[in-house]
């Protein structure tokens, strides 16, 4: 690893924070300067179209090429962008490097932005960007705002709370996002370097974060959270460290079995938890089984799993996250090592999802497993709050024959049809929730006309009295086949409790 990180001080920090307010080198700014399609185009990782946009933006230019095209600018051009903070201050640090009579960027300085404003965040220079160094990407390299992170900041539950824990921070963009609702923030990383830049960031926004150094949960022993959030490294694989925002240097899926084992631990009664994991698909197990066995008493448990990578795919996809090319002799070498262990192991694929974890205190814990995989639109953590809710009420409400029941606007009938010697036959019904992650369940005939009749006037047993009558079913059965059913839609927030 490194030994010299960054150091960055309040004074600093508020110098370049007047310096990128002033020329106005945030979120908003920047896509004003280069129009919407550069900035997509940036996202694509073609840079052609912002650069040509940038040449007008004056000093902002100056900042958009040098931070986020990793550009080399006349030092004449940069002094004025950076002001008042000093050259050599920026230099000192590490924020700006020479490359010959020009001026690049030494760390990856961008806006991050939700829908409240937007912020700064430090990370290392991507893999591109270095390609002026003289030195591969280091064991400690800390990465930027990516999609696993963003994917986490849509799965978090945002609701007013007390104390927060990042464990495993980065560059810090999830504590961050925890700042609009949290009062009080504590950060943790294995790394150094991950916590000087993470300081750095919260100093840039002027936020106030405590920053703990150590491995997993031993800086916080002993304490309570209200709620925790992690990405950890999750990345699946012989027990090896080459990168440590990835990598954790436990076999397989340990890290995330480690997480989700001793997270609850660490919550207060009520509290949750948010992670993003990974777990192995062996010959012969089932995935849901494997990680319910990880789950402690006392938690509700949420598992999502958003994908399934086949080991060729996995490999070749985290060995081009660093940079390094699948074809090279060290691309080769790396995949050899890594597929031989997945043989040996019997893994025919990798999970990949979240988890969101609720601490109990002496009720009955609900364990869910679920595929998620098709395309949404709408952030999963309304949907885990509206879960965690849902499955409450289930808890407090075990006689669901005694309830009524709504169905929610957002859902919607499908039936498709084929034709017959008698006309049109319906074939398929589905109930579609047109919201949150888009849940759609298949429903036979009885099903679709007990949702037909749940308006929130008869108790669930006297609609399913109506319908056994109707169609000379035992009602016994249809109880008996009804329950599993309505708890399922319910837990979906397609069938909800009717209001008082």
Not at 450 to 461: C, H, K, N, T, V
Request: proline share 6%.
């Amino acid at each position: 690893m490194t030994d010299d990180h960054p150091q960055f001080s309040a004074g600093l920090c508020a110098r370049l924070r007047e310096a990128f307010a002033r020329h106005r080198y945030d979120a908003d700014g920047v896509l004003d300067a280069i129009g919407v399609p550069a900035h997509l185009a940036l996202g694509r990782d073609e840079p052609e179209l912002a650069y040509r946009a940038s040449r007008d933006a004056g000093s902002l230019g100056t900042l958009i090429r040098l931070f986020l095209l990793g550009g080399a600018e006349p030092e004449s051009d940069v002094l004025t962008a950076l002001a008042p903070l000093a050259l050599p201050d920026a230099f000192e640090l590490g924020l700006l490097r020479r490359d010959g009579d020009r001026i690049r960027a030494g760390l990856d300085v961008r806006p991050h932005a939700d829908d409240t404003g937007s912020w700064w965040v430090i990370s290392d220079l991507d893999p591109e960007q270095r390609r002026w160094l003289d030195h591969a990407v280091d064991v400690d390299h800390v990465l930027g705002v990516g999609h696993a992170s963003l994917s986490l900041v849509r799965a978090t539950t945002r609701r007013p709370g007390g104390s927060l824990l990042d464990l495993g921070t980065g560059n810090g963009v999830q504590a961050l996002h925890a700042s609009r609702h949290a009062r009080s923030i504590t950060a943790t990383d294995v790394s150094a370097r991950a916590l000087a830049l993470a300081h750095g960031t919260f100093l840039l926004n002027d936020l106030d974060v405590e920053l703990l150094r150590g491995e997993w949960f031993a800086p916080v022993a002993r304490r309570r959270f209200d709620q925790i959030v992690c990405n950890p490294p999750f990345v699946v694989g012989p027990p090896r460290v080459d990168y440590v925002y990835r990598d954790s240097g436990l076999a397989g899926d340990d890290a995330s079995a480690l997480v989700i084992r001793q997270l609850p631990g660490f919550l207060a009664g009520g509290g949750t938890g948010h992670v993003l994991a990974s777990w192995l698909h062996r010959d012969g197990e089932d995935w849901a089984e494997r990680v319910s066995r990880w789950v402690p008493a006392d938690t509700d448990v949420w598992f999502v799993q958003r994908d399934i990578a086949d080991p060729g795919l996995y490999v070749g996809t985290w060995l081009r996250d660093a940079g390094i090319d699948p074809r090279s002799p060290e691309g080769r070498a790396k995949s050899g090592e890594w597929l031989d262990w997945f043989t040996s192991n019997r893994v025919d694929g990798v999970g990949f999802g979240f988890v969101t974890l609720r601490k109990l205190e002496g009720a009955t814990p609900t364990v869910v497993c679920e595929d998620l995989r098709q395309a949404y639109d709408d952030p999963l953590g309304e949907e885990a709050a509206g879960w965690l809710e849902r499955v409450a009420w289930l808890r407090e409400h075990p006689d669901l024959l005694t309830e009524r029941f709504i169905v929610p606007d957002s859902v919607i009938l499908e039936q498709i049809s084929e034709p017959g010697d008698d006309g049109w036959a319906t074939t398929v019904r589905r109930v579609h929730r047109t919201n949150g992650p888009g849940w759609q369940h298949e429903l036979d005939e009885l099903a679709t006309a007990l949702l037909a009749g749940s308006r929130g006037a008869l108790p669930l047993a006297d609609l399913l009295g109506l319908l056994a009558a109707a169609h000379g079913e035992p009602l016994d059965a249809l109880v008996d086949a009804a329950l599993p059913m309505v708890r399922e839609l319910i837990r979906h927030g397609m069938l909800l409790p009717a209001p008082a």
